[in-house]
Nanobody, 123 residues
Framework: QVQLVESGGGLVQAGGSLRLSCAAS????????MGWFRQAPGKERDFVAT???????YYANFVKGRFTISRDNAKNTVYLQMNNLKPEDMAVYYC?????????????????WGQGTQVTVSS
């Protein structure tokens, strides 16, 4: 079983940037497809980005061109670089892991979750 811990959230002004990290322990990250999701108060947990075991990437339409997902298997860490942040990006961001070899955009396809990190964007 893999344990996931997110970090890097915080308060940023609109137009600013943050880099979220998701550190894995217990298993080698290269064996997992990884995803980022977000959940605003009172809303569903939404897909943000995913990177497959072989490095294929897929983004939600609303983050294309602003967010970048990457993975460093040597550090057992996945990142989400977020640029040009908007107030509507404010949410708790979660990373997730799946043993699937596919690109996964549904939260139901992920087996392991971190505890989340808060991103707050001021206008």
């Amino acid at each position: 079983q893999v344990q996931l811990v997110e970090s890097g959230g915080g308060l940023v002004q609109a137009g600013g940037s943050l880099r979220l990290s998701c550190a894995a322990s217990g298993r080698t990250l290269s064996n997992y497809a990884m995803g980022w999701f977000r959940q605003a108060p009172g809303k569903e947990r939404d897909f943000v980005a995913t990177i497959s075991r072989n490095g294929n990437i897929y983004y939600a339409n609303f983050v294309k061109g602003r967010f970048t997902i990457s993975r460093d298997n040597a550090k057992n860490t996945v990142y989400l670089q977020m640029n040009n942040l908007k107030p509507e990006d404010m949410a708790v961001y979660y990373c997730a892991a799946s043993t699937s070899v596919a690109l996964l955009s549904s939260k139901h396809q992920y087996e392991y979750w971190g505890q989340g990190t808060q991103v707050t964007v001021s206008s």
